[in-house]
């Protein structure tokens, strides 16, 4: 199955990110210092690193139980 890639706009997109700072700013240096080409440009964040233990996006993914 393909990995989906969300727009770095998409709300939740750096939660599972190691650099989301405490009040969900950006603390990389590269992305501040390349966020237009992030968002308008690539379309996606090469300088986001996912923190260990969980899967790319699973905080975006809500699973309807019954």
């Known amino acids: 199955m393909a990995e989906v890639i969300l727009h770095p706009n998409h709300p939740g997109y ?5 650099f989301l700072g405490e ?3 950006c ?4 992305y ?8 308008c440009v690539w379309g996606y964040c090469k300088f986001k690193k ?5 899967m790319p996006h699973e905080s975006n ?4 139980r019954q």
């Open 14 to 18: 750096c939660k599972e990110c190691i």
């Open 23 to 25: 009040n969900d700013e």
């Open 27 to 30: 603390l990389s240096k590269d």
């Open 32 to 39: 501040i210092e390349h966020s237009y080409n992030v968002v």
């Open 50 to 54: 996912i923190k260990s233990g969980i």
């Open 61 to 64: 993914i809500e699973i309807s």
